[in-house]
């Protein structure tokens, strides 16, 4: 009898180790490292040849790869081709992550069930049954009659039966899930997973279908499984919002077909998931009552401008060591920001407690918003409210100065639209020509920032 080989493989970077280890020597994480069982079949070199399982590669120069564009073709909703960078592409591989309840099945059947009434759709559901995703469809007044569905999570005879309905798009909810005849672990392990996701996404690119597969996500938020899950699919987005608001917002962290970081945002409904046109408007829901701390900001997600009001409070400490608290942003560049303030602004906020937050659960990852975030925490500091049209962003370097942000004029002209009526920029993105409406003030340093508020 043949000695079944084994692996010790990391859950969260994946790599492999030929015995047990407390630390996993690449990425440093502790306790992450499990015992695996490797298949004991061996697969032919048909299956293996090629990125794609392509058994008739031929070499050729650069200049001869035809350069056609892929024909996409329209999710039916617009914020969703947003992120995928214009549409659904023919033979990708597409993973969606998001935590418990953020709307990821409701999101993909709401796409499935448009698609199904113009071209063949599948939904493959491994997590819940038929009938309870027949009961979500009818709870949404969702047209269901020309929807296939199918309950099954083993991955071949998934794909067998693909050959049979001959899909455009099929959905694989969830890929945790799934699992192939040939590798001995449970599904959901880092084996499983990744030899799932490599074998859909062969037959993806072999059939010309787009596969979607739902992944789990951490506690720290990011997709669960290895790496290299997000390495063989083509487009990775993560559906994100808080249980407790109504707002959701799809963020593509990448795209080989398009702008990665591009955002979408949804409204959660009784009716499903509606798509919100101008976010703007709806993260600028301001109160009547306009306080210190308060000031919107210019942000840039993607390919489009997005205004968001940033707050921020600041307290007297009773602690030895003060809280820094960010909800939306990095705590981290928190810290830096309030020492860029101490050494070159003069405020001196050791014994003072700092509250941050980005209303309406964005997350804003770019340091545009570094100005903005200062300029909340003097107002909030000094209780000396900011103007309520006054319109914020710029980044702050180390030694004090304002440097620059792209896609400035883009930015100002948003805010104009919305009706902000002065703006304090960075110099570099101070425009030559004047904005009809519009004061704008151009900043070099921290001290020009403290003086123009």
Same mark, same amino acid.
């Given at each position: 009898? #043949? ?15 030929a015995?047990?280890?407390? /630390?996993c020597?690449?990425?440093? #994480?502790?306790?992450?490292?499990? *015992?695996? $069982?490797?298949?004991? =079949? ?48 023919p ?18 059947? +709401? ?8 071209? #063949? ?34 991955? *071949? ?5 693909a ?14 899930v ?27 690119? +072999?059939?010309?279908?787009? %596969? ?13 499984g ?6 063989c %699919?083509?487009?990775?987005? !993560? ?10 917002? !799809? ?5 080989r ?9 949804? =409204? ?15 993260f ?25 009001e940033? /707050? ?55 340091t545009? #918003? ?51 009526? $002065? =703006? ?15 004061q ?6 921290? /001290? ?6």
């Open positions: 009898m #043949a000695k079944t080989k084994t692996t010790f493989v990391c859950n969260d970077c994946g790599a492999d180790f015995r047990w280890l407390g /630390q020597p690449e990425c440093k #994480a502790w306790n992450t490292i499990t *015992e695996l $069982r490797l298949a004991s =079949a061996k697969p032919t070199g048909a299956e293996r040849r090629g990125y794609a399982g392509s058994t008739r590669a031929t070499v050729q120069t650069l200049s001869d790869v035809n350069l056609e564009e892929l024909p996409r073709f329209s999710s039916s909703f617009a914020e969703f081709d947003r992120v995928l960078g214009g549409g659904i592409v033979g990708s591989a597409i993973l969606i992550g998001g935590s418990p309840g953020a709307g990821k099945s409701t999101l993909l059947l +709401q796409t499935m069930c448009r698609l199904a009434e113009n071209m #063949a759709v599948l939904y493959v559901t491994g997590e819940e049954s038929l009938q309870q995703v027949a009961l979500r469809a009818q709870r949404l007044n969702l047209p269901t009659n020309k929807l296939r569905m199918l309950a099954e999570t083993s991955v *071949e005879t998934i794909c067998d039966l050959d049979k309905e001959k899909p455009r798009v099929m959905v694989i909810d969830s890929i945790q799934m699992h192939l005849a040939d590798i001995q672990s449970a599904p959901g392990s880092v084996s499983q997973v990744r030899e799932c996701a490599a074998y859909l996404t062969r037959y993806a690119k +072999q059939n010309g279908v787009a %596969i979607v597969m739902v992944g789990h996500v951490t506690k720290d938020g990011s997709l669960a290895p790496k290299v899950l997000e390495h %699919i083509d487009c990775s987005i !993560l559906l994100e919002g808080d249980t407790d608001s109504r707002f959701r917002t !799809l963020r593509g962290h990448k795209n077909f398009g702008p990665a970081n591009e955002l979408g945002v949804f =409204a959660m409904t009784g009716q499903g998931l509606k798509e919100v046109t101008n976010p703007s408007a709806i600028l829901q301001r109160g009547e009552q306009h306080g210190s701390g308060s000031v919107v900001m210019v942000i840039w997600e993607g390919t489009r401008p997005l205004l968001v940033l /707050q921020a409070l600041v307290d007297a400490s009773q602690l030895a060591n003060p809280r820094r608290v960010a909800v939306g942003m990095e705590t981290t560049r928190l810290a830096m920001l309030l020492a860029v303030l101490h050494r070159h602004g003069g405020l001196h906020m050791s014994d003072q407690d700092v509250f941050v937050n980005v209303v309406g659960g964005v997350r804003v990852t770019e545009g #918003a570094d100005l903005a975030l200062l300029l909340a925490i003097v107002s909030s500091f000094r209780e000396n409210e900011l103007p309520k049209n006054l319109i914020v962003f710029g980044e702050v370097g180390l030694s004090g100065e304002i440097r620059p942000v792209p896609n400035g004029q883009a930015r100002l002209h948003e805010a104009a639209k919305h009706g902000f009526t $002065r =703006a304090i920029v960075p110099f570099g993105n101070k425009p030559k020509e004047t904005i009809e409406g519009m704008v003030i151009g900043v070099k340093s921290l /001290q020009d920032a403290l003086e123009a508020i």
